[in-house]
Each structure stands twice: as C-alpha cells, then as structure tokens.
C-alpha cells in the first residue's frame, strides 16, 4: 500500500515564530499515510524555515513581502495542488492516523466538501492534553444546517484546522483582523457537504503567543467578530425557528456586553473610523443599543470590574 496521498495537501503558514514549528512538521510527515506537505512563510525575517524545509525536502514558499495572517492562509490555498487542502497552525499538531480517516471516510463519502474532527487542547509549554468545552455533532451530515444549529445552541468553535474541498474554498475575509476562519466557515457550511469525526485527531496548542489569547492585541477584535458572526449570519442561516433567532441574537449581545466591558475608548474610535464589515456592525449595535454608547464612557478599569462580578454572578449568558 502506497504510504502517500496526493489528494490532500496540509499547508503550514509561518511567520517569524519557529519554536512549535519542527513539532508541525513532524506530525504532519509521521501520517500513517503521508500527504503533500507545503510551508508558506510570510517574509519572516530569518530563514529557520527556509533551512529546515530545504534540508527535508519540503516544498518552500517565502512571500515577497508580509500580506497579513488571513491573506497568507488564502495564498496556502492558493499554491496547494490538490483536490483537498487544509491549513495547520505552526502551533498545532496531527494525530497520527488523521490522514487515514479522512480517506477512510472519503471513500465511503466521496464527494464532501468538509471535513472536521474533535480534538485535543494542548497547554504549551508543559505539552498536557485537555478536553475542551465546545460541542458539535458528528457524523456525515449532506448540508451544514446542523452545524449552525448546535453552534447557535452551543457556541462557536470549529478549528481553521478542516480539510476543505480546494474548489469550495472561496477565501477568508482580510480587512480587519479578528475570527474570519470561523467566519468563512459559518457563512459557507450551510451549503457543504460535510462529515465530522468524533475522535479527536487535532491537537490544539494555546499559549500565550497565539493569536487570540487575551494577551493579544486581537483578542478584543475577535470578540467583535463572534458578535458579527452569531447576529450577522448564524441568525439568518439558522433562523428556521424562533428559538434559533433568540439564542443566535442572546450571544451576540453575550459577546457585544463583553466587548464593551473590556474596550478602551480609543480602540472603539479606532475601530468606527475604520470601513469593513465589523466597524459597520458596530455602527449599526450602537445605533440600536444607545446605552452602549454612554457606557463606553464609563472608566475601563470599572467596566472590567463590572463583568468580572457579572460572570461570577453567572449573570452573564455563555457565548
């Protein structure tokens, strides 16, 4: 049996950051069944990457200059010769039959335009596997309706990390940074074909570097966009019922409350000067919710304390 497969290629993005790189590498070319493997480097400026792909003999590309994260990813599908591509985080690692269950499952299912499975959260440094709190439901599914229902019923979190049908795969939206992996996929799975592996295969890595760990400067423009995503679209994809209306449009304000909790008066004017599709929305909120706007006023440090006591009152809904 051949031990390579030329139907998926995995795709690592990389920039500057090597540390949990090799790491990548390795569970990706430990596969029971190997598939293409591309490294596309977004101008770091070292040349660990480059090194280490030419003395593996894995295929390299080096932007010529540094496009931002989501563009990056976009070009990962881009320069993928394949008929499936998925994206891995440099931080993030396969279990080692990954491979071979998705061509198990695509043999049986052959034309599915998604595929996910549950996974592992690992806690760099200390490498500790832990189970994480989000739900989804498994199995093949020949639409996504049921995805958005448990994400309205349960909360967002599919990982970037999915195997997706190249010619799907329209691109993710780059022109404010915050969650546009999960809103390209809440937006499009409606209309996949799909099948979700209940064993976990994907190890997670959090730390304090990732891109939205609440040191980073995204964090709070990921909060935005999960308000964007429930209210924007999961409300209207999943608005078969009115108790989906409810609960899409009760975790957009969940989110929003915290957003506002948390943003600096001068982030929030830096974000309304801006023009995308989150600023836009945040117009629209505060226009509809005018209490928000004198809120803002309030000092940070007190709306901080205000959510903290909030939560801990469990007076705030999930989001």
Not at 88 to 101: I, Y
Request: hydrophobic fraction near 40%.
């Amino acid at each position: 049996m051949d031990k390579h497969t030329n139907i998926l290629t995995v795709a690592i993005p990389v920039f500057e950051r090597y540390e949990f790189f090799e790491a990548a590498v390795a569970s990706v070319l430990n596969q029971s069944i190997i598939p293409k493997l591309i490294v596309v480097d977004n101008n770091s400026k070292h040349d660990l990457f480059e090194k280490f792909c030419k003395k593996n003999k894995i295929t390299y590309y080096k932007n010529d200059t540094n496009i931002g994260m989501f563009r990056n990813w976009n070009r990962c599908h881009e320069l993928a010769d394949s008929i499936y591509v998925m994206v891995l985080g440099d931080d993030d690692t396969l279990e080692p039959n990954f491979v071979n269950n998705f061509l198990t499952v695509l043999n049986n299912h052959s034309t599915i335009d998604l595929y996910y499975t549950n996974f592992n959260v690992i806690k760099i440094p200390d490498l500790k596997k832990s189970n994480h709190n989000h739900i989804f439901p498994f199995g093949y599914f020949p639409n996504g309706k049921e995805v958005i229902n448990y994400a309205i019923k349960y909360g967002l979190g599919l990982l970037y990390s999915v195997i997706i049908r190249k010619n799907k795969f329209t691109g993710y939206y780059f022109d404010f940074h915050g969650s546009n992996d999960w809103l390209w996929i809440y937006s499009n799975i409606e209309n996949f074909e799909i099948y979700g592996e209940k064993d976990s295969l994907v190890n997670y890595g959090i730390h304090e570097l990732q891109d939205s760990s609440f040191k980073s400067n995204s964090h709070l423009q990921c909060i935005l966009t999960v308000g964007y995503i429930y209210e924007r679209v999961l409300k209207i994809t999943g608005g078969i019922s009115n108790e989906n209306i409810y609960n899409a449009q009760r975790k957009a304000n969940a989110a929003m409350l915290k957003f506002f909790c948390i943003v600096s008066k001068e982030k929030l004017s830096t974000i309304l000067s801006q023009s995308n599709i989150y600023s836009n929305y945040l117009y629209d909120f505060l226009t509809t919710h005018r209490f928000y706007k004198i809120y803002s006023y309030v000092p940070l440090f007190i709306r901080i304390f205000t959510y903290k006591v909030l939560r801990k009152l469990k007076l705030i809904h999930p989001f």
